[in-house]
């Protein structure tokens, strides 16, 4: 394992590069919501095997990491705008400054592993599972669009969802939500929940 500097900390980062590796992307994993980054890359050794890929996995700790909102929602907007229960966003907010946002620790594992690898143009993909697909999600709304394409991951796979927030209209049009109306919270953002 790897470490890197984080938010005011530094962060443990799990790794795997099998023997076949030969300058394939990289897999950065986002565990769910016990947070095991070794689970999360050992989950991942077979495919990373298959692929030739390389695999990182941050451990992000409840202790730097402690709620839903800095976590499952990736810091994007103040834990108070989310509902205890649901984990919807429930009130209108504007969102933290983006650099506070730890979604970003995606960047910094990206920068590190291209550092270590000495391959500046490195792609990666993400994959998240649970409470990380649900801070891949947060990724894919509100960070992915601010990043050069030298940044932007090839792929993003969002797995078993908890909360899924999309984008609200005019960017999703009303029918898409029209299913689950009854499940749908309204804010910044719709959510299904």
Same mark, same amino acid.
């Given at each position: ?42 989950? &991942?050794? @077979? ?6 890929? +390389?695999?990182?996995? !941050?451990? #992000?700790?409840?202790?730097?990491? $402690? ?63 649970? &409470?990380? @697909? ?6 894919? +709304?509100?960070?992915? !669009?601010? #990043?050069?394409?030298?940044?932007? $991951? ?40």
């Amino acid at each position: 394992h790897n470490a890197l500097h984080g938010p005011g900390h530094d962060i443990t980062v799990e790794t795997f590069k099998p023997s076949t590796y030969v300058n394939q992307p990289l897999l950065i994993v986002i565990p769910g919501v016990v947070r095991s980054a070794n689970n999360g890359r050992n989950d &991942a050794i @077979g495919l990373a095997c298959k692929c030739a890929c +390389l695999v990182a996995v !941050p451990r #992000l700790s409840t202790e730097h990491f $402690p709620t839903a909102a800095d976590y499952d929602h990736g810091g994007v907007f103040p834990n108070d705008a989310y509902d205890p229960v649901t984990g919807a966003l429930i009130q209108t907010t504007q969102p933290n400054p983006p650099d506070q946002w730890s979604l970003n620790v995606v960047l910094s594992v990206l920068h590190q592993v291209r550092k270590k690898e000495n391959n500046p143009n490195l792609k990666y993909y993400l994959f998240g599972d649970g &409470a990380g @697909g649900q801070f891949i999600n947060a990724f894919a +709304l509100f960070l992915f !669009p601010l #990043l050069p394409v030298s940044e932007q $991951p090839v792929r993003m796979a969002i797995a078993n969802l908890g909360v899924a927030t999309f984008p609200g209209h005019p960017i999703m049009k009303e029918k898409a939500v029209n299913v689950n109306r009854d499940k749908c919270y309204t804010g910044p953002n719709r959510q299904l929940t």
